[in-house]
């Protein structure tokens, strides 16, 4: 095999559950370690898990890593596979793990192994009992060639064992932690590579892939520490050159836990679904154990690559701060523009039923090709139609205080409600009257009756005319902002109003006051 001088990197997860906030961070830094030294990123499959592995759980790491817009250059995609060193899935390679296993075996380096479970269970528990470490007694190691060949014939219960040195010291270079050594003794003697149909663990199929892909790094999480001397000792026996490795900072709950669902979100996804933009999900993601070393918290993707050095990654666990998450999408949000904000909200908007998606008559769907679809928008509330541009209007007014997508709804709902449904003390302001909230509304009525011309500037000389009168602007304010939103808090109540309209303005003060009646 011609040997690939280039930077080749892969992210490998294994389809058995939903692509994590902790996988997004492998992908993402094997990415941009790739697009940083203008090498190859790519994406294989694990799935030797039969029992476990799912197809719909590979969709969703497809489907996640193409939201991301973390692209890969080779590997396992929706129409196929692509690249030279298919297949990228690991239960597509089993003649190829069968080729090394033989090998291994036929040079004495593994050998099978017929002993009971339930005897290996007791021998663990025996040492665990004794304070020792679980280490297999290597009982099988030394069988001769006649006695192996008859427990073949005679048994069908079996796996293969790698031999490794009993008291050597195996030492490699972290591009993260800097030099690591391990003890042979500490591995737990030899250990289990393969099934009886030679179907391979996990470290076989791992370092067969590796180098039959080429791959020179690998950057993965610190969970799988463990797994690299294992990895080298087969790596040393079948003489194949160790590659280079990095190990990432396990990422902790802000109790300093392994991060777990009470933390943060199960699936990559469900933080789109939650209105996360992939950008700031990402740049949120980057910080989890990279420092870049300044205070700069803002990092578009090709930042993020121009910036980005493995030396630069701690050691210790990365803390899940969901606040600076929402912090950081809220600033993505912030720099959207009216209409980019707008057609992001839409789809909460529909989803929550306050607006409905409606296709023109002469229009085909954007499935079936030929003229775009022309979209419409009905309230179905109000039982009226809605413009495109009077949402951007709405949504607008709220694109500096949302931190992410699915809030918009909550705040805007009163744009779409024909009657607002709220206790009347709301319209109180400190220690109004009755009486002095509903004077409070009249004069607001006559306000906005008066206007000639619906514009904020006259809304807000108006109504701040008569608030300076009253020398406490609650007083007008409070009453006017309650009555129009029917909420605690809203965007300022004279942008409301603009938006809102003269007519329903008026409409919604009159209903107020007719409360308090």
Known sequence: ???????????????TGYFHIGSVRTALFNYLYARKEKG??????????????RS?????????????????DEGVTEEG??????????????????????KLLEEGKAYYCFCDKEKLEESRTRQKEKGLPPRYNGDCSALSKEEREKLLKKKDDYVIRMRIPKEEEIEFEDMIRGKIKFETKEIGGDFVIARKD???????????????MQISHIIRGEDHLSNTPKQILIQEALGIEVPRYAHLPLILGPDKSKLSKRHAA???YEYREMGYLPEALLNFIVLLGWNPGDDREIYSLREMIEAFKLERCQKSGAIFNIDK??????????????EEFADLCIPYLINSGLIEARFKEDQYPPAYGGMQAKTTYFIPERKEDISSQRIKEIVALYKEKVKILSEVSKEVDFFFKKELNYDKDLLFWKKMTTEEVIGSLDRSIEIISNLKKWEKPNIEKGLMKEAEKEGDRGRVLWPFRAAITGKKASAGP???????????????LKMAKNKLL
């Open 266 to 268: 199960v699936s990559a």
């Open 81 to 102: 596979e692509e690249g030279d060193f298919s297949p990228y899935r690991q239960s597509e390679r089993a003649d190829i793990y069968k080729r090394y296993v033989h």
């Open 1 to 15: 095999m011609k040997k690939n001088n280039k930077v080749r990197v892969r992210f490998a997860p294994s389809p």
């Open 325 to 338: 998450l929402n912090f950081i999408n809220g600033q993505y949000l912030k720099n959207k523009t009216d």
């Open 198 to 212: 030679f179907s391979p663990l996990y470290n076989l199929a791992c370092v067969v892939d590796d180098h039959e």
């Open 40 to 53: 190859i990123f790519v994406l294989r499959i694990e799935d030797t898990d039969t029992e476990r592995s």
């Open 56 to 72: 719909e759980y590979e969709s969703d790491i497809i489907r996640s890593l193409k939201w991301l817009g973390l692209h890969w």
């Open 494 to 508: 004279i942008d409301v109003a603009v938006v809102l309209g003269s007519k329903e303005t008026l409409k919604r």
